[in-house]
C-alpha cells in the first residue's frame, strides 16, 4: 500500500479518469446538457434565496453552471480532473463574460487545487456519486474546511445500482454519517428512470 491507498484503489481511480477523459475525448459527454438544473435555479433566483456569495463547484465539467452562479452575481471558482473540460470551462466563462476560476484538480485532495474558500454554497452535479469510495471521506472533509458558517451543499447524485458496477452512488445515509457537522436538510428524488435525488446539506453555523 502507498501513500494514496491500496493498489486496487489506485487503479480504480486511475480507471475511474480514464474514463471520464475518453468521455471529454471523444465529445459531447452525455451529461452536458449546457442547461442549467431547475433546482439550482431556484436556489439561486427562488424566493428566500441567500444572498450571493462565495460558490465552489464541484466537477463542473464544460462550465454551464459556474457560470449561471457568477452571472447571478456568485464569486465562483469551479473545479474538474479532465484538463479538456476545464479548457471547455475556461472558454465558456471568457465567452459569457464571466468571471469565474476554473481549476483543473481533484475534488477529493483540494489542498492541492488552490480553493482556501471559506465558501457560502457548494454545488456538485453528479460529481460525488462516481468518486471511489475510499475518496469519499476526503471530499468531505475537504469541502467542511472549506464551509463558511452556514454553507450549503446543494448535490445531486445517482443511487447504488444506478449504473453497472459494485460501487458508485449515493444514499441520504452515507451523506448524513460522512458529513459530520452539516444537517442534511432535504432529499428529493430526481425525475430519471434510475433512482437519482438531489440532497440539501447545511454546515452548522456554529462549528465545534
Ligand atoms: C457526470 S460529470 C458531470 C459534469 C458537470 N457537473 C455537468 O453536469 O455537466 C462528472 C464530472 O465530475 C468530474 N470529476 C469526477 N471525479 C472528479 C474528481 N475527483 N475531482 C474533480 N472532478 C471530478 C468529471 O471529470 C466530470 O466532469
Known sequence: M???????????????????????????????SGVTPPELVALVEGSGSPAPGRAL??????????????????????????????????????????????????????????V??????FFDLS??????????????????RRAAPGARLLMFGYGPGAFDDSWSGVTADELRTRFTGWRLADVT???NPVPTFWFTLVRDSAPA
Open 127 to 144: 460529481c460525488y456519486c462516481g468518486i471511489p469510495p475510499h475518496r469519499r471521506d476526503a471530499y468531505a472533509a475537504g469541502l467542511t
Open 2 to 32: 502507498s501513500e494514496h491507498g491500496t493498489a486496487a484503489e489506485v487503479e480504480q481511480e486511475a480507471f475511474v479518469r480514464g474514463v471520464l477523459e475518453g468521455f471529454y475525448r471523444d465529445g459531447e459527454p452525455p451529461w452536458d
Open 57 to 114: 463547484e464541484l466537477g463542473c465539467g464544460t462550465g454551464t453552471n459556474a457560470v449561471y452562479l457568477a452571472r447571478h452575481g456568485w464569486r465562483v471558482a469551479a473545479v474538474d480532473l479532465v484538463e479538456l473540460a476545464v479548457r471547455q470551462a475556461r472558454e465558456k466563462a471568457e465567452a459569457a463574460g464571466a468571471d469565474v476560476t476554473v481549476l483543473c484538480g481533484d475534488v477529493t485532495r483540494l489542498d492541492e487545487v488552490g
Open 189 to 191: 428524488p430526481g425525475t
Open 116 to 121: 482556501p474558500g471559506p465558501y457560502d454554497l
